[in-house]
């Protein structure tokens, strides 16, 4: 089985810019979640995605935002980039929207702001 | 407050060495869930254990332990025999019964196993 793939790997972006980055799950996972890792902060939940619906969501500026497809694939979308944006942005796949699930994450995006 | 907190930001030990990750958790809540996973230097997180707050029995798997106790609020990691693969960052996070897939991680502890 396929794990969770995440796209593009690396991405260089100038302040101002908006960016999109995409998340596939494993096949058959509906709930899809996002954190931003960084030295400073650690890992921080973004929200989370199930069968389309956002169904919880951090505590983040209104200029990230997401969505999730049919397929259960998800993008999330990051609009004037600030530098503190700089991050690795992690997606999680899980089965079902259990809280006591385990969480299959992906190899992350890490995106830098110039 | 819902918090994670690792208090060893660096750990480094000697091969075969004996090493433990502190994890101490807040919450009011009386249904939640811990998590440790391991963060190689790839990035990707990977999942070791988890735990209900309704279960304190301790884990052993391989080199591996965990003591779960509601009295302290800790949920700690016992690597035995370290070996140099087990060089990464491990993570406790927690979640609860009505935020769905959402974790709540403690900073981290970087563990340096040297041959």
């Known amino acids: 089985k396929a794990g969770v793939t995440q796209t593009p790997r690396y991405l260089i972006k100038t302040r101002g810019q908006q960016v999109t980055l995409s998340c596939s799950p494993i096949s058959g996972h509906r709930s899809v979640s996002w954190y931003q890792q960084t030295p400073g902060q650690g890992l921080q939940f973004l929200f989370e995605?199930?069968?389309?619906?956002?169904?919880n969501k951090g505590n983040f500026p209104g200029r990230f935002s997401g969505r999730q497809f049919s397929n259960s694939r998800s993008e999330m979308n990051v609009s004037t980039l600030e530098l503190g944006d700089s991050a690795l942005y992690l997606c999680a796949s899980s089965g079902d929207r259990s809280s006591y699930n385990e969480q299959f994450f992906g190899p992350g995006t890490r995106l830098t702001v110039l | 407050a819902q918090k994670v907190t690792q208090a060893q930001t660096e750990i480094s030990v000697v091969e075969k060495e004996d090493v433990t990750l502190d994890c101490v958790y807040e919450t009011r809540d009386t249904t939640y869930y811990l998590f440790w996973y391991k963060q190689p230097p790839s990035g990707e997180l990977v999942f070791l254990i988890r735990r209900n707050s309704f279960d304190e029995q301790n884990e052993i798997s391989g080199r591996y332990s965990w003591n779960f106790q509601k009295s302290t609020s800790s949920f700690n990691f016992t690597i035995t025999a370290s070996q140099v693969v087990d060089s990464a960052v491990y993570f406790c996070?927690?979640?609860?019964?009505?935020?769905?897939?959402?974790?709540?991680f403690g900073q981290g502890t970087e563990l340096s196993v040297k041959p």
């Open positions: 996070a927690l979640s609860f019964y009505n935020q769905g897939g959402k974790l709540i």
């Open positions: 995605y199930f069968s389309e619906t956002q169904r």
